[in-house]
């Protein structure tokens, strides 16, 4: 184009932008991305709470870095406006070339040597366990072999996390110098995918790590990874200073800003200190929220950025980790619950025109997904989580029977998929009718679960006394000597049921869609000791995404009116496909197959283990 | 009893680049102690990354309140007056907001009267933030 040519802004925006098959008037990415800024505008008026208000404003930060292309790599501004849009026309969403003119420049300029390809071919992995699943490998291939941004649908229990570390391994392996960020929009994914990583890591490599600020959780499966919290990392730093120069270092920390103890009574960090901790580590994990505590207009931009649970996680806040990061591999499951929203969010949404609500609320990340071309997505097939008939269920209901099952070996004991009913006639939960505030409790139902929890402890304490015996037998070679001295070989019920060992304890997730239902359980719960045998979570669905348990029951609460919350599959998805082995199912089983709706129906089709009068 | 009508206002200085301070102290206090070469610093402020470091001296450079010379550095002496003039309190002038606001000769010559010698540098590393103080009276 010379001079004297007349402008045309069209020029300006990717060839493959302007090829999108959108009709003139639906909106496309930067409309969507306007309303999240004026809902955000509006949650920032509105909120009176000083950090949830800052949290908003640095949202608002990275949303508008982003709608301006002051992102770190514009190929994501393109690739994502093109595929908000619609499907690549040419090859539709099963076009193998399809990463576009973004993924092309961005290879254009590595062969230009203007910066490193965050392309990897790898053809071995690193991880064991995919070389038996080679299918999920491929997929792992597909994401390491992409330029720019690829999506990794992860259903329940199929190894996102594994997926990650694998990912990660890879990059690592392949570009030693390689800053990564793992990122999420909860602390325990977060969590997750660092402990299972460092479990991998040499004790050099662990020195590259920090987890900011610190892990959520009390237990790890690699308890040496606690060290890679900011906080040691901070007070190996000032220690290892004190060594080198005392005097110097004394001086500094009485002259510098040394953070605030917080109201909980952990150790607030000073945001220099951790800006500068941030610089010196190459592999971060961090939530979404709080990855602007150590990003400055200094800092050094991450060369991959991975946000697990991205379909959980608010579109400002996975863009938030695409805004810092020049490759991002966005790992989630749209089948699984969209992102909530607490009443003061939900009641600026209502503020919002209808479309836009529905926007917003089911987030973006499901249609990115089916536009995206082959290329750039992948998703894992097979389930690790599950016994084969909640596993099938699952598959069956929110998959297209698409899922496969690796488990066929539960703990013997409780390996159910079925109803704990009880009669609902004359029993109203809610009691009230109309628009009056709902009571979501349901007593019967909250007695059901702790009478079940109490036979589980007795059958595992009779388990584990039979292992005791089976112990002793197996020194005979399997055979017991009884009274009379005569040789008695062990039944096969006692050699199973032998996973119930001394100190060995379930896991159990009492769920429930209704807070109010939960707050009731956890009350009821907190009075009674199970802990011998048990270590019970309770929580809603909503939280309990991203989390697991041996045992699951669920309370369905609602014995009348409508199932609004059970309807959506998404959560029944969730609710579900939280449990290992077993599933109770605890409520009116007469109630759930009268609302017709597929998954319930299926559901009340489960056998019914005991019914209350 | 008369009232004066003399404008006054507040004038504070701070640090241009508020993510730096941290950094400059840190190597000002360093420099002073000896450790005044590239491998000392590194060594002796592990707590800061390279880059900053490195970012943080290249802004005292420019200003010309970090000198170099046969690879050992020194901090120059105003580089203490500005320390203490951020970290003190406002400074209180019988003058309008109007007169000092972008006014760079009236700041150099304020800042000289304070006793720094190189007030132009200073000028890069400090931005002044003035405020009028209401008279009730």
Redesign the interface.
């Known amino acids: 184009m010379t001079s004297k040519e007349p402008f045309d802004p069209s020029k300006l925006i990717s060839s493959d932008v302007s090829e999108s098959s959108d009709s003139p008037g639906s909106p496309d990415l930067i409309d969507h991305i306007d309303d999240w800024l004026e809902y955000l505008v509006k949650l920032v008026e509105t909120t009176d709470d000083f950090k949830t208000r800052k949290k908003y404003e640095r949202q608002i930060k990275y949303v508008v870095r982003f709608r301006c292309g002051a992102n770190c790599n514009v190929s994501h501004n393109t690739l994502l406006a093109k595929y908000y849009s619609g499907a690549d026309d040419k090859g539709g969403s099963s076009d193998g070339a399809g990463a576009g003119a973004g993924a092309r420049a961005s290879g254009e300029a590595a062969q230009l040597g203007l910066y490193d390809s965050m392309a990897i071919h790898a053809t071995t992995p690193v991880q064991s366990c995919y070389l038996e699943d080679t299918y999920a490998y491929s997929q792992i291939q597909k994401a390491l072999a992409c330029e720019n941004l690829f999506f990794l649908q992860g259903p329940p229990g199929t190894g996102k996390t594994t997926a990650i570390v694998e990912i990660i391994l890879q990059t690592l392996r392949s570009k030693p110098g390689a800053r990564i960020l793992i990122t999420s929009e909860t602390h325990v994914a977060v969590d997750n995918a660092l402990d299972r990583l460092t479990g991998h890591l040499s004790l050099t490599e662990m020195d590259l790590v920090m987890r900011y600020p610190r892990f959520s959780v009390a237990t790890l499966e690699n308890p040496g990874a606690f060290k890679v919290q900011a906080l040691h990392r ?1 007070n190996a ?2 220690n ?2 004190m060594e ?2 005392p ?3 004394e ?2 920390w009485q ?3 040394r953070g605030r103890v917080k109201d909980d009574g952990s150790d607030e960090l000073p945001r ?2 951790v ?3 941030a ?2 580590h190459q592999i971060i994990g961090v939530t979404c929220n709080q990855l602007d505590h150590f990003m ?3 800092s ?1 931009m991450f060369d991959l950025a991975i946000v697990d649970e991205c379909s959980k996680a608010t579109m400002p806040e996975w863009l938030m980790a695409l805004t810092v990061a020049r490759k991002c591999v966005l790992v989630g499951d749209h089948k699984q619950l969209p992102p909530t929203f607490c009443q003061e969010e939900s009641e600026a949404l209502s503020e919002l025109d209808e479309t836009q609500e529905k926007l917003i609320r089911d987030g973006v990340i499901e249609r990115i997904f089916d536009n995206f071309p082959k290329s750039m997505k992948g998703t894992l097939l097979k389930q690790y989580r599950m016994l084969p008939e909640i596993g099938l269920f699952i598959s069956r209901h929110f998959y297209g029977n698409g899922l496969d099952h690796s488990r066929t070996k539960g703990n013997g004991l409780f390996e159910h998929f079925a109803w704990l009913t009880y009669n609902s006639k004359n029993y109203y939960v809610p009691p009230e009718r109309g628009n009056e505030r709902k009571t979501l409790i349901n007593h019967r139902e909250i007695k059901i679960i702790v009478d079940h929890l109490g036979v589980m402890c007795e059958q595992i304490s009779e388990a584990k006394h039979a292992s005791v015996v089976g112990d002793r037998a197996d020194d005979f070679g399997g055979v017991m000597i009884n009274d009379y001295g005569e040789s008695i070989e062990l039944p096969k019920s006692e050699k199973r049921e032998r996973y119930f060992r001394e100190g060995k304890r379930l896991s159990v997730a009492v769920i429930t869609p209704y807070r109010a239902q939960c707050k009731e359980l956890r009350r009821t719960l907190d009075k009674l000791d199970f802990s011998a045998h048990l270590t019970i979570e309770v929580d809603t669905v909503d939280a309990f995404q991203g989390r697991q348990a041996d045992v699951v029951f669920f309370s369905f609460v609602r014995t009348t009116g409508p199932a609004k919350f059970y309807a959506d599959d998404r959560r029944m998805n969730v609710a579900i496909s939280r449990a290992r082995d077993c599933v109770y199912l605890v409520g009116s089983i007469d109630y759930i197959s009268s609302k017709r709706l597929p998954a319930l129906t299926a559901l009340a089709g489960r056998p019914v283990l005991s019914r209350a009068g | 009893m008369s009232t004066s009508n003399t404008a006054r206002v507040k004038l504070k200085f701070l640090w241009r680049s508020p993510h730096s301070k941290e950094c400059y102290i840190a190597l000002c206090d360093a420099v002073r102690l000896g450790y005044d070469t590239k491998e000392s610093l590194l060594a002796v402020l592990p707590q800061f990354s390279v880059n900053r470091l490195v970012m943080g001296l290249d802004n005292l450079l420019a200003a010309s309140m970090a000198h170099i010379n046969m690879g050992t550095l020194s901090i120059d002496p105003d580089m203490r007056i500005l320390e203490t003039i951020v970290a003190g309190q406002a400074l209180d002038l019988p003058l309008g907001s109007e007169e000092l606001v972008s006014n760079d000769p009236l700041l150099i010559k304020i800042l000289m009267a304070i006793g720094v010698q190189n007030p132009a540098g200073a000028l890069t590393l400090l931005k002044p933030k003035v405020e009028e103080v209401k008279d009730d009276i």
């Open positions: 901070a730093a000032w290892q200073a080198v120069a005097q110097l270092t001086r500094l002259k510098l800003e220099w200190l800006r500068n901790l610089d010196s400055d207009n200094d050094d």
